[in-house]
């Protein structure tokens, strides 16, 4: 009767290691946390922006969170000196607009909703901008544990 058990509990736990070594990694909620980590390197600079107010998605309807984040991607940093900073700047930028992994629930879809353009978006100063912009990114990431985890 113990060996059974034991038999079981050893076939059970295998198949569960097996299943979760397959799904690999979340790129998508790696690649999301490292965006908190980037918008975070920008606030500290944001006094090296230009105050040029830029395009800040707020109150993103459900499904349209791409479409919003891909607004904040096409924002325009501009450093307001040379120097140091502005390549720091530069490169956070860059950073950012790296393309986002597709969530596995997406990759087949054809349809999308129709989200507001990024030119109806009020216009905020960099600061206000980046907030915004970690605010969308913590909802993605909420939604996105919510819908793989079941939470």
């Known amino acids: 009767m113990e060996r059974t058990v034991i038999c079981l509990m050893v076939i059970f736990l295998g198949t569960v290691a097996h299943k979760s070594s397959l799904q690999g ?6 690649r999301l946390h490292q965006l908190i980590d980037i ?3 920008l606030k500290m600079h944001v006094n090296d922006l230009d105050p040029e107010l830029l395009p800040a998605p707020e109150d993103v309807k ?7 984040f891909s607004c904040f991607q096409k924002a325009q940093f501009k450093p307001t000196a040379a120097g140091d900073n502005e390549e ?7 950073q950012l607009r790296r393309k986002l992994p597709l969530p596995k629930a997406r ?4 349809q999308r909703p129709t989200c507001p353009s990024c030119d109806s978006y009020e216009k ?13 990114i913590q909802k993605m990431i909420h939604q996105h544990r919510s819908r793989t985890h079941g939470l």
């Open 107 to 110: 990759r087949g879809q054809k």
């Open 88 to 94: 720091k700047i530069n490169v956070l930028t860059k």
């Open 25 to 30: 990694p979340d790129l998508l909620l790696i």
């Open 39 to 41: 918008v975070d390197d």
């Open 62 to 68: 459900r499904h349209c969170e791409l479409s919003a």
């Open 124 to 136: 905020k100063p960099p600061r206000e901008f980046l907030e915004r912009l970690k605010s969308l």
